[in-house]
């Protein structure tokens, strides 16, 4: 069975840090770029970053350049989201999804997905 999942979500204070991991089971993620999509409440799915896969390429939303950053473990069949300097409006479900080879914007262009994690920046 195709899964991802996504871990290291959480409550944090604005201005601090988390890393999002994406683990892949019953298939390897050599062959798929990895995006990270966001959903805050009452509003539609963002892209947030993209990787593809052999890591070679790396794609972040405009306004989230120079906080987050986006790497790859092939050998633990990993992606990861570094992300510092957090703010309020970074509160949102962070969800991983892969599709082959390169990173497309859209989600829908994306086949698997997992099941989210919870971001709350919050004082």
């Known amino acids: 069975q195709l899964q991802l999942v996504e871990s290291g979500g959480g409550l944090v204070q604005p201005g601090g840090s988390l890393r999002l991991s994406c683990a892949a089971s019953?298939?390897?993620?050599?062959?798929?770029?990895i995006g990270w999509f966001r959903q805050a409440p009452g509003k539609e799915r963002e892209g947030v970053s993209c990787i593809s896969s052999r890591g070679g390429r790396t794609n972040y939303a405009d306004s989230l350049k120079g906080r987050f950053t986006i790497s790859r473990d092939n050998a633990k069949n990993t992606v990861y989201l570094q992300m510092n300097s957090l703010k309020p409006e970074d509160t949102a479900v962070y969800y991983c999804?892969?599709?082959?080879?390169?990173?497309?914007?859209?989600?829908?262009?994306?086949?698997?997905w997992g099941q989210g994690t919870q971001v709350t920046v919050s004082s």
């Open positions: 999804a892969a599709r082959a080879y390169v990173c497309y914007a859209s989600p829908s262009e994306y086949g698997y």
């Open positions: 019953g298939f390897t993620l050599d062959y798929y770029a």
